[in-house]
């Protein structure tokens, strides 16, 4: 799957941007009114970071392998390798939500941790409280004052208010983020660690070799470390994030059985229907057909 420009993200939206940064960094308040159809349940991976805050309205939310319900007062985010899609769950009903996109190219500048914030945020959505709602507001109304000055020195600025909200929005996670929620991928830094280069790599690696060379772990351990924190194996990690690639492919493109074995790094399209059929239980043709 190819990811997403900002560019190309903000094309793919139905509203203009309240405040924008070239193809660096933008904020868009999306509005839903009873009786529209517009939908945007867009499979797709973003190059950047995306913040959405629900002010209004019931949403359905997918990022990578976890489904949540979008809400008043829900903050999510969705992280550079994360596969999203979101939609409009009651279309009778107003909804409003505000999404903050930074582009990768700024996110460079900011010196951004990946592996850091994808276990600090394993969990990608929470409720937020009062104390949340009036920090997510200040920082809109200082991005808006920033900006308006236009000065020299903006997209530095912007680099530090951005690392000063990471910063802030990783306390919230610690603070507020609902256990249960975070369970899946457990508490254990090791299986951060995993699932953080099982995003960046699976299309390309599907062995557990792999990933405990570049861990500095050994199978054994790393096997045994990411059963014990998440319930589950390393190769059924690998296994779901495969098949989530995949069923995109099969579902959202007209590409062939063929070029989607190629994709994923098959060694040929036998190897991906035997693969698909052993851990999806029925052959690509059949669920593409579905």
């Known amino acids: 799957m190819e990811s997403l420009t900002l560019a190309r993200l903000q094309e793919s939206l139905p509203n203009r941007p309240v405040l924008s940064r070239g193809e660096d960094f933008f904020i868009m308040n999306l509005f ?5 159809e517009r939908h945007f349940a867009f499979p797709c991976r973003f190059a950047g970071v995306i913040c959405l805050y629900c002010e209004e309205g019931v949403f359905d939310l997918d990022i990578g392998l976890n489904h949540y319900t979008v809400r008043k007062d829900c903050f999510a985010v969705s992280l550079p390798e994360d596969i999203l899609s979101f939609s409009w769950r009651e279309s009778q009903q107003p909804g409003k939500v505000t999404i903050m996109a930074i582009s990768e190219k700024m996110l460079e500048e900011m010196a951004f941790d990946r592996l850091g914030a994808l276990y600090a945020f394993r969990c990608r959505m929470v409720k937020v409280d009062r104390r949340t709602m009036i920090l997510i507001h200040n920082f809109q109304n200082i991005f808006r004052s920033v900006m308006g000055d236009r000065h020299a020195d903006l997209t530095r600025s912007l680099g530090y208010l951005l690392r000063s909200m990471s910063i802030e929005l990783t306390h919230i996670w610690d603070r507020i983020a609902d256990q249960e929620m975070i369970s899946r991928q457990g508490k254990n830094p ?25 861990l500095g772990l050994t199978p054994k351990y790393l096997s045994a470390a990411v059963k014990a924190d998440s319930g589950r194996t390393v190769p059924e990690w690998i296994a779901e994030y495969v098949l989530m690639e995949a069923r995109y492919y099969l579902k959202h493109t007209s590409l062939s059985v063929k070029e989607i074995a190629w994709k994923l790094h098959f060694k040929n399209q036998m190897d991906f229907y035997r693969y698909f059929l052993r851990h999806a239980g029925l052959t690509p043709s059949d669920y593409r057909s579905m």
């Open 32 to 36: 839903f009114r009873p009786g529209e």
């Open 190 to 214: 090791t299986t951060g660690r995993f699932i953080a280069l099982l995003a960046r790599y699976h299309t390309e690696h599907r062995d557990m070799d792999f990933y405990a060379s570049r």
